[in-house]
């Protein structure tokens, strides 16, 4: 007998991952995106394998389900509870390394439109020859600390070397303070974890080079908002570039987004530096392979 399979409507397949899916078991397509925890719960109930994104995932109704194997197409699970889970007999797997190149790129991009200060000149046609030519500011040669040496880190590091940056990558275990103590630019890729939470505190924020500048696609988790923008207040950083990494995809009345947005120094995204076609291929392919592999009785990339 085929598994039920239920794909919420928030997970997009191409149509060969469609096709690939299929022949896995007896697929349920929901009409709708669920709006709620509820409606979530209601459209996975008497399913076996549940392909997902974080709506329900992340709230108590998720330990509502009993025997179920759940598939999603990112890392980010560090709120489910695994005893929880264990007492329900809920397995979960995730899509490790689906987002390296689209959030190195989202990095990449921002420093390039902050240093070189592109969206000025863009298009212009108001400004006379002398604002047009005013020096803007290279990455080539620039000190800039990886926090995290996972694979968004470690992929970030290979591509700034490549622009004549002078690279270091902060490894759990490694001196904090020392490791920004020259850094130009500091990239925050720590994945998140009882040693990473709250780490970038006042006393991190304190330390770093006068002038230098911090970039995060982390979850906001890891650092203290309030003391990132104290450092922007008294000119320890010139600016600063980040993905509100706790709020809900795409959700721009979140509070943390909306506290970053109300710096005029912070340039914010809406925790959209994974989305892009190559992750979305990427992840899907790997959320599939965990399906095969569950089916098969040799499950991978479990939470």
Same mark, same amino acid.
């Given at each position: ?15 060969? =991952? ?12 929901? /009409?709708?995106?669920?709006?709620? %925890? ?11 394998? +549940? ?7 992340? #709230? ?30 809920? @397995?979960?797997?995730? %899509? ?11 990095? !990449?991009?921002? &420093?390039?439109?902050?240093?070189r200060k592109l969206p000025r000149l863009i298009r212009t046609e108001n400004?006379?020859?002398? /604002? ?5 500011? @290279?990455?080539?040669?620039?000190? !800039? ?16 070397? %490549? ?22 630019? +500091? ?7 009882? @040693? ?10 304190? %330390? &770093? ?10 979850? #906001?988790?890891?650092?203290?908002? /309030? ?8 000119? !320890? ?6 993905? *509100?990494?706790?709020? =809900?995809?795409?959700?721009?009345? /979140? ?5 970053? &947005? ?10 959209? *530096?994974?989305? *892009?076609? *190559?992750? =979305? ?23």
């Open positions: 007998m085929k598994p039920k399979i239920v794909l919420i409507k928030d997970i997009r397949l191409y149509d060969d =991952q469609i096709e690939r899916i299929n022949q896995l078991g007896d697929v349920v397509y929901p /009409e709708k995106s669920p709006n709620s %925890s509820d409606e979530w719960l209601g459209q996975c109930k008497g399913a076996d394998i +549940i392909c997902s994104g974080k709506m329900g995932l992340n #709230s108590d109704k998720l330990y509502e389900l009993k025997n179920v194997f759940i598939t999603v197409p990112f890392v980010g699970v560090e709120f489910l509870n695994k005893n929880k889970m264990l007492e329900n007999n809920i @397995s979960v797997a995730i %899509s490790p390394g689906g987002n390296t190149e689209v959030v190195t790129e989202w990095i !990449i991009g921002l &420093l390039l439109t902050y240093f400004k006379n020859r002398s /604002e047009v030519l005013e020096t803007t500011t @290279s990455l080539y040669d620039k000190n !800039i600390t990886i926090l995290g040496a996972g694979r968004i880190g470690k992929n970030l590091g290979k591509v700034c070397e %490549s622009f004549g940056m002078n690279v270091n990558i902060f490894a759990r275990g490694d001196d904090l303070i020392k490791s920004v103590k020259n850094a130009d630019i +500091i990239a925050n890729c720590l994945s998140t974890n009882p @040693s990473s939470e709250n780490l970038l505190d006042s006393t991190f924020f304190n %330390s &770093l080079k006068k002038g230098s500048f911090f970039i995060s696609s982390s979850n #906001s988790k890891t650092y203290n908002i /309030e003391s990132l923008k104290n450092a922007l207040n008294n000119n !320890i950083l010139i600016g600063a570039a980040d993905d *509100a990494g706790g709020a =809900q995809v795409g959700d721009t009345t /979140e509070k943390d987004y909306q506290s970053l &947005l109300s710096h005029p120094k912070i340039l914010v995204t809406p925790h959209i *530096a994974w989305n *892009a076609d *190559a992750e =979305q291929r990427k992840s899907c392919d790997m959320m599939i392979d965990n399906i095969e592999a569950w089916i098969n009785k040799k499950p991978i990339n479990l939470f």
